[in-house]
């Protein structure tokens, strides 16, 4: 299963970069056995076809750097031995999400997002997706909740959805490149965080250049 789930991997993450470089329209069955060293009939047995194997994609790109992002607060999170720990660490955390290094995320997954309102089973892959990350992220959440650190007053998982949301509408500020007040949406938007988690809210925000 581990192997398995790993060539999967694999598959998706050289489609990943063929979509970044040249869109779903660059994607080719023969260049993509090539580029993973797999075969055709493999790539249609975990993917059905085609369009199977780029919604497939679309999703990984969607999820895969939110993922590792989740992973590293959790890991963090649970290392935590008081409030003033933890609230560091959701302090760094929230200032990585929003980042100048991470607009390339943030930008692609409004792209799979958009393909996504006119693609149902793209839709439903990133919703399934998305979904499995809330569970995941919730749980570090859930932890400091226990504690009594953060307010036990809302849903973990749709707060996790909720910051999502919050981090990828960051693009609508960077459409035309970094912002001159990109700071002052920070500001604005990690003390609605913070107001929600009711920690102290950083007090500075921190920039992390490329």
């Not at 200032?95 to 996504?116: C, I, P, T, Y």
Request: overall charge positive; charged content about 25%.
């Amino acid at each position: 299963m581990a192997d398995s789930q790993l060539l999967r991997d694999q598959i998706l993450h050289v489609v990943a970069k063929i979509i970044d470089k040249g869109g779903e329209k660059a994607v080719r069955i023969r260049d993509v056995c090539v580029a993973s060293k797999t075969t055709p009939p493999t790539i249609y047995r975990i993917f059905g076809d085609r369009t199977g194997l780029i919604v497939a994609a679309q999703s990984y790109r969607f999820t895969l750097n939110q993922t590792v992002l989740i992973k590293d607060f959790a890991a963090a999170a649970y290392s935590a031995k008081n409030k003033s720990e933890f609230v560091k660490i959701a302090h760094q955390n929230l200032n990585l999400m929003f980042s100048l290094k991470r607009q390339d995320f943030r930008s692609m997954r409004l792209e799979v997002l958009g393909s996504a309102q006119s693609n149902k089973k793209l839709a439903v892959e990133i919703n399934n997706a998305q979904s499995i990350a809330n569970e995941f992220g919730a749980q570090p959440i859930r932890f400091a909740q226990a504690r009594g650190w953060i307010n036990d007053d809302f849903d973990p998982e749709i707060y996790i959805a909720w910051l999502t949301g919050m981090v990828n509408a960051r693009v609508i500020i960077e459409l035309n490149g970094k912002h001159p007040k990109s700071n002052e949406w920070d500001k604005i938007a990690m003390r609605s965080i913070c107001v929600v988690l009711d920690i102290p809210e950083p007090k500075k925000v921190k920039r992390i250049k490329n």
